[in-house]
């Protein structure tokens, strides 16, 4: 699914009515049976709705739809927000093909809840068309107080384009927002509805088309929104003569006293992702234990010096291994020691084969950022949580989390790497500046570990063939995928990584099975 900013659907709209000459009211009365269609969809032919519509565009689509489900019998009150004076332009055209006596106009506090409040709690449904995209600032007087009436009424609520109170583009709720049951929006998803916490508010998101021309579809910048229907043409099915030999080998330098947790889940995840064959390169005296830790993974002991750290001793070591490898992944749990961040520059100066940096690896290039402009490999992964991102910028947290997007889009372009900025929403950005954003995961991945599963899911991939950008996409959205088959059956809480790991070939199994119906149905066999 593509997803956009407020900014370009606002410019497609504008490019739709001045370039392809689609007259404004063609595009708000498809938007309005958009919306009408899924009110019959989802609560029937007959049925009681309150539409409240501010004074803008939102406002006049409710307009078209009180006037549509009007026509079809159902029992309609419409609330404006405003005065009749203050509506113009398309939305009063709509006003006025409205019978006067289904509107009511409330601009003052208190007579929301004075004279209206029993129309909407006993409504079958609440039409929102308060706000849509263009808003900008926190919602105050009549229109939060309406907000905070619809929210707390307990009826279902359709959402016009957004749930009126959330920001179009960045998800952030402006002072107080709508929590709908639907959402209906035209041409595109917005960012909005899928960015944390704009898509808790949005319920299920319908996309209607409004005819708004291919060509400016298929032009309009925006994202990747990963869902089963964008990630399933992605998979590779397995031949049927296929051997260990074909699915790669991939190399993981990982662990460390404390941290052989780290190194197990990376490498046992990498096996459950697919690879053919996979090692592990271990401070030699952790090698027993992770020998036990890896059942189907290798373990090479590499020089510590009985310390359970790696330093540039191992460099050597490390080096002879790389050859018939087809990934490598460095950093879980290796420790931050200065011998190890030494190790861990000098092997992304290095390492020629693609590369998957996480945790300590990320940790040790934040030291010198430099050395990653002196990585040899044109393949590199960095998966960095908002924490390890802030190190890697020396900025906080906070200034990370408020524009994930850009931060991960400039920092992949600055560098010349694939980043996987990891939270909820994962955002992956490309070297050439596209961005795609994950839609599986849920609460319960909130755990130590996952990012561990992560890194050996990405650098199997890798090991198997697939380029980086789909290795990442894939990777992230299989391991939130995977986390999702886990809270089927067991709840969002007390999941752990381990869990994740072990539903990894269900949640494989489970996309490839549906991309077959979905093949037979595209033939006519299903």
């Known amino acids: 699914m593509r997803v956009v900013t407020a900014h370009t659907m606002q410019e497609t709209d504008r490019r739709a009515i001045e370039e392809f000459g689609i007259p404004g009211l063609e595009l708000m009365e498809k938007a309005g049976r958009g919306c009408v269609d899924e009110v019959i969809a989802e609560f029937g032919l007959k049925g009681r709705a ?6 803008g565009n939102n406002g006049g689509d409710g307009y078209v739809i009180a006037r549509l489900l009007s026509q079809k019998g159902w029992n309609i009150k419409v609330i404006i927000l405003a005065e009749r004076e203050q509506i113009g332009g398309d939305a009063a055209v709509n006003l006025e093909k409205i019978p006067a006596e289904l509107t009511n106009f409330c ?33 105050s007087g ?12 307990g009826r279902p609520v359709l959402s016009v384009d957004i749930p009126s109170g959330i920001h179009g583009t960045t998800g952030r709720v402006l002072g107080a927002a709508i929590r709908a049951y639907i959402t209906v929006t035209f041409a595109f998803a917005k960012l909005g509805h899928v960015l944390y916490p704009g898509a ?35 998979l590779y099915r397995r031949d049927r003569q296929a051997h260990k030999g074909v699915f790669g080998h991939c190399l993981i330098i990982a662990g460390s006293t404390g941290k052989t947790g780290a190194a197990s889940l990376s490498a046992n995840s990498a096996v459950r992702a697919g690879s053919g064959l996979v090692t592990l390169a271990i401070a030699e005296s952790l090698n027993s234990i992770l020998e036990v830790k890896t059942t189907e993974a290798m373990t090479v002991p590499l020089p510590d010096a009985g310390s359970g750290h790696l330093s ?3 460099f050597p070591v490390i080096e002879k291994l790389l050859p018939g490898k087809d990934a490598v992944a460095l950093g879980p749990g290796l420790d931050r020691r ?30 010198d950022m430099s050395v990653l402009r002196r990585k040899k490999s044109r393949n590199v992964i ?36 694939y980043l996987v900025l990891k939270g909820a929403r994962t955002i992956i950005a490309s070297p050439d500046g596209i961005a795609a954003i994950n839609g599986s995961g849920n609460p319960g991945m909130a755990t130590g570990g996952m990012g561990d599963v ?33 809270a089927e059956e067991k709840g969002e809480i007390g999941i752990n990584a381990t869990d994740v790991q072990e539903k990894l070939p269900f949640a494989y199994n489970k996309l490839l099975k549906n991309t077959l119906l979905s093949n037979l149905r595209m033939f006519g066999e299903f």
């Open 200 to 234: 808790e508010h949005t319920g299920r998101l319908v996309v209607a088309d409004i005819g708004v021309p291919q060509k400016l579809i298929e032009s309009a910048s925006g994202y990747d929104f990963l869902n089963e229907e964008t990630i399933r043409p992605m």
């Open 142 to 153: 009549i229109y939060l107080e309406a907000i905070e009436l619809i929210n707390t009424s």
């Open 382 to 417: 960095l998966t960095p949580h908002p924490g390890e991102m802030s190190r890697l910028l020396g900025t906080s947290i906070p200034d990370v989390d408020a524009i994930r997007i850009s931060v991960a889009q400039e920092f992949a372009r600055d560098y010349g790497v």
């Open 454 to 486: 992560l890194t050996g899911i990405i650098v199997s991939l890798l090991g198997q063939g697939y380029s980086s950008w789909d290795a990442c996409r894939l990777g992230v959205f299989i391991h939130g995928y995977s986390a999702d088959r886990v």
């Open 312 to 314: 540039s001793s191992a």
């Open 107 to 139: 601009i003052h506090e208190g007579q929301l809840s004075a004279l209206h409040m029993d129309d909407i709690f006993q409504a079958d449904v609440v039409i929102d068309a308060l706000l849509g995209t263009g808003l900008r600032s926190d919602v």
């Open 50 to 55: 309150v539409i409240m519509s501010g004074k």
């Open 338 to 367: 200065p011998g190890t961040v030494a190790l861990v520059q000098a092997l992304v100066e290095a390492i020629n084969l693609p590369l998957v940096i996480d945790a300590d690896g990320l940790n040790a290039l934040a030291e």
